[in-house]
């Protein structure tokens, strides 16, 4: 039996927890995976897994090898992937991780499009709004809204993005005039705790300096589609993502403010782990999702 049998059973025994659901999961004989992992480990001359009747864990030596297995077998893989892509449709499994607003929202619709059109692939998406560890967590792309900063991953833009600063027309009359953003220190404002600078807001002036504005209201949520709901109802002013306040804005319903000093510097990326051979999965997604936006956007 070659080497490379013996470390996918290893790894598909450590990424199931356990002999008897990697067996369920693999189709494969849990005699048979404990066969192989044996083989592997007196060709190693280490113990890799410690077993026992109740328990299941790796040893410090399993810990180093499953790291650096996983990440040579991804490559063979994607080898293999570049080399097919051109004769068959997408195949394997593609692990996404998206936040839960962009999800929830109008442009969530662009991963379920995705899927419809590769139906041989399966797509399991973490919507989830934190930002994940790509290579410890095994996801092979994130979908991410935010300023894009220097982490080690390789990032496309696939859209711009912008925030609005919003309220009724109601509640503008009511609380009014706001000339300026520092005016927004005085009034009521729905705080999305989804913001890192909670009950603070970053404006950006003409000359391109910076300024903050300390913010409180009645309401403090970590749900955009709440937050514009509190704003619908006049509650208090609220900034939210284009693509769930848009359709309130072009209908009349809410009024934007202040938008000379919204910062546009964020957007819409895709972002995967640094790779010899990106696989033709993560590629042709990204792909897909940048024509998408530029279709729907």
């Given at each position: 039996?070659?080497?490379?049998?013996?470390?996918?059973?290893?790894?598909?025994?450590?990424?199931?927890?356990?002999?008897?659901?990697?067996?369920?999961?693999?189709?494969?004989?849990?005699?048979?995976?404990?066969?192989?992992?044996?083989?592997?480990?007196?060709?190693?001359?280490?113990?890799?897994?410690?077993?026992?009747?109740?328990?299941?864990?790796?040893?410090?030596?399993?810990?180093?090898?499953?790291?650096?297995?996983?990440?040579?077998?991804?490559?063979?893989?994607?080898?293999?992937?570049?080399?097919?892509?051109?004769?068959?449709?997408?195949?394997?499994?593609?692990?996404?991780?998206?936040?839960?607003?962009?999800?929830?929202?109008?442009?969530?619709?662009?991963?379920?499009?995705?899927?419809?059109?590769?139906?041989?692939?399966?797509?399991?998406?973490?919507?989830?709004?934190?930002?994940?560890?790509?290579?410890?967590?095994?996801?092979?792309?994130?979908?991410?809204?935010?300023?894009?900063?220097?982490?080690?991953?390789?990032?496309?833009?696939?859209?711009?993005?912008?925030?609005?600063?919003?309220?009724?027309?109601?509640?503008?009359?009511?609380?009014?005039?706001?000339?300026?953003?520092?005016?927004?220190?005085?009034?009521?404002?729905?705080?999305?705790?989804?913001?890192?600078?909670?009950?603070?807001?970053?404006?950006?002036?003409?000359?391109?300096?910076w300024f903050n504005v300390s913010v409180n209201?009645?309401?403090?949520?970590?749900?955009?589609?709440?937050?514009?709901?509190?704003?619908?109802?006049?509650?208090?002013?609220?900034?939210?993502?284009?693509?769930?306040?848009?359709?309130?804005?072009?209908?009349?319903?809410?009024?934007?403010?202040?938008?000379?000093?919204?910062?546009?510097?964020?957007?819409?990326?895709?972002?995967?782990?640094?790779?010899?051979?990106?696989?033709?999965?993560?590629?042709?997604?990204?792909?897909?999702?940048?024509?998408?936006?530029?279709?729907?956007?």
């Open positions: 039996m070659d080497t490379l049998t013996r470390i996918r059973a290893f790894i598909d025994v450590v990424e199931a927890e356990g002999f008897s659901a990697a067996a369920r999961k693999t189709g494969r004989s849990k005699a048979l995976l404990s066969k192989y992992v044996r083989e592997l480990e007196d060709e190693l001359g280490a113990l890799l897994l410690n077993r026992t009747t109740r328990q299941f864990s790796m040893t410090e030596a399993g810990h180093t090898y499953f790291r650096t297995a996983s990440d040579i077998l991804k490559e063979i893989d994607n080898l293999a992937d570049l080399v097919r892509e051109n004769n068959q449709q997408l195949k394997g499994r593609l692990k996404i991780s998206v936040p839960r607003t962009f999800m929830d929202a109008d442009v969530g619709q662009s991963l379920i499009d995705f899927a419809k059109e590769n139906p041989n692939l399966s797509l399991e998406i973490a919507a989830e709004d934190r930002f994940v560890d790509l290579i410890e967590e095994g996801f092979d792309v994130a979908v991410r809204v935010t300023k894009l900063e220097d982490s080690g991953m390789i990032a496309r833009k696939i859209s711009d993005f912008r925030v609005h600063i919003c309220a009724t027309q109601d509640f503008v009359e009511r609380h009014g005039p706001l000339d300026h953003p520092s005016d927004l220190a005085r009034i009521p404002f729905i705080i999305d705790t989804n913001n890192r600078a909670q009950g603070t807001i970053r404006f950006c002036n003409p000359d391109s300096t209201g009645p309401i403090e949520v970590n749900s955009p589609h709440a937050t514009l709901r509190a704003a619908l109802a006049g509650i208090g002013v609220a900034i939210i993502p284009d693509f769930i306040a848009h359709k309130s804005i072009e209908n009349g319903d809410l009024v934007t403010l202040f938008n000379d000093y919204v910062p546009t510097d964020r957007g819409i990326y895709a972002v995967y782990p640094h790779r010899r051979y990106l696989p033709a999965k993560v590629r042709i997604f990204v792909d897909y999702l940048h024509n998408w936006f530029r279709k729907n956007g």
